[in-house]
T-cell receptor, first 117, second 108 residues
């Protein structure tokens, strides 16, 4: 069973379109994340949700809107796609708990490669 | 958030131990050191973490210096499948901050 899954795996679209990436985790975790990995391979956190509530929102354009229908899902909707949005997007989850230790271990999905033409 | 410094790349012969260093001189007393790796085109994978004591699991060992300013990840018998980018992270405020990592190439 896949712990953290993302769909689609690949997404190719035109500039200006609106698209969504879905993420699901079956680990029973409370906290989920979206990361972006650009062409230079730097991984940067974008958002974090804890029990459907937004807790981390890094400096991300408001064209990006995360949506958490329940604590097992965190979807990422992107409006008016731009060339610079091309990247690999990773979803991750962790069990909420006290700082440090095992509870901070994050489990990552396989990634969604977004290409904007 | 404490910053980490790692060499950009390392080579290791298959079957030998791979020792990956990490400096984190500004680490604070309650911050853990985490290691993740990213095999090409896959999501990052948790390896191990520690606070003060040395740690070992089925994947690797983590040696943390007594002053906690540096650590070393040890893969005892590297295989070709261990070729990946290895990230040393000091956890800060609920988020993982990934640096450039060390690109480990295991060669036959």
């Amino acid at each position: 069973d896949t712990a953290v899954s993302q769909t689609p795996k690949y997404l190719v679209t035109q500039m200006g379109n609106d698209k969504s990436i879905k993420c699901e985790q079956n680990l029973g975790h409370d906290t989920m994340y979206w990361y972006k990995q650009d062409s230079k391979k730097f991984l940067k956190i974008m958002f974090s949700y804890n029990n459907k509530e937004l807790i981390i929102n890094e400096t991300v354009p408001n064209r990006f809107s995360p949506k958490s229908p329940d604590k097992a899902h965190l979807n990422l909707h992107i409006n008016s796609l731009e060339l610079g949005d091309s990247a690999v997007y990773f979803c991750a989850s962790r069990r909420a708990g006290t700082s440090g230790g095992v509870s901070d271990t994050q489990y990552f999905g396989p990634g969604t490669r977004l290409t904007v033409l | 958030d404490a910053k980490t410094t790692q060499p950009p790349s390392m080579d290791c012969a298959e079957g030998r131990a791979a020792n990956l260093p990490c400096n984190h001189s500004t680490i604070s007393g309650n911050e853990y050191v985490y290691w993740y790796r990213q095999i090409h085109s896959q999501g990052p994978q948790y390896i191990i973490h520690g606070l003060k004591n040395n740690e070992t699991n089925e994947m690797a060992s983590l040696i943390i210096t007594e002053d906690r300013k540096s650590s070393t990840l040890i893969l005892p018998h590297a295989t070709l499948r261990d070729t990946a980018v290895y990230y040393c992270i000091v956890r800060g405020r609920g988020k993982l901050i990934f640096g450039q990592g060390t690109e480990l190439s295991v060669k036959p």
